[in-house]
């Protein structure tokens, strides 16, 4: 498995009146720790986009399980379980700073040729990444 974390701060405009997040900063969070997730492999989602592949999101799943609040610090994490070929499954969570499993979920990505718009397969460079890493935790 390959597993990434990152940290952050709920901040203010991510919630509601009742200083909740609000369940679509989510998604964000998800985005977020994908993001990193690349980065750490050292193939960071600009190169990506620079070796002439976008990763459209396909489908989001998110189970929501407690709220996450304003001042709390949330651990968001991003797991992938094997490597892919059309598709990239990350399974994704987010803890407050108690261990609280806030929400769960999964993202599916494609991969898109930029110029043609057609369906591709993932990056070479990308699952080469994933490959060294799929055994780290």
Same mark, same amino acid.
């Given at each position: 498995?390959?597993?990434?974390?990152?940290?952050? #701060?709920?901040?203010?405009?991510? !919630?509601?009146?009742?200083?909740?997040?609000?369940?679509?900063?989510?998604?964000?969070?998800?985005e977020c720790a994908r993001n990193n997730m690349m980065a750490e492999f050292g193939y #960071?989602?600009?190169?990506?986009?620079?070796?002439?592949? !976008?990763? #459209?999101? $396909?489908?989001?799943?998110?189970?929501?399980?407690?709220?996450?609040?304003?001042?709390? $610090?949330?651990?968001?994490?991003?797991?992938?379980?094997?490597?892919? %070929?059309?598709? %990239?499954?990350?399974?994704?969570?987010?803890?407050?700073?108690?261990?609280?499993?806030?929400?769960?979920?999964?993202? !599916?990505?494609?991969?898109?040729?930029?110029? !043609?718009?057609?369906?591709?397969?993932? #990056?070479?460079? %990308? $699952?080469?990444?994933?490959?060294?890493?799929?055994?780290?935790?």
């Amino acid at each position: 498995m390959v597993y990434s974390e990152t940290i952050f #701060p709920v901040r203010y405009y991510e !919630t509601d009146q009742m200083g909740i997040v609000h369940h679509s900063n989510y998604i964000r969070y998800f985005e977020c720790a994908r993001n990193n997730m690349m980065a750490e492999f050292g193939y #960071p989602i600009e190169k990506c986009e620079e070796d002439g592949v !976008t990763i #459209p999101i $396909v489908s989001v799943e998110c189970r929501y399980r407690h709220p996450a609040k304003m001042g709390d $610090v949330l651990r968001v994490v991003a797991m992938i379980d094997k490597v892919p %070929l059309a598709k %990239l499954w990350i399974r994704q969570a987010v803890y407050n700073q108690d261990g609280d499993l806030c929400v769960e979920g999964e993202v !599916t990505l494609g991969f898109l040729n930029k110029e !043609t718009g057609h369906p591709t397969r993932c #990056p070479e460079l %990308l $699952v080469k990444a994933i490959e060294a890493h799929i055994n780290d935790k």
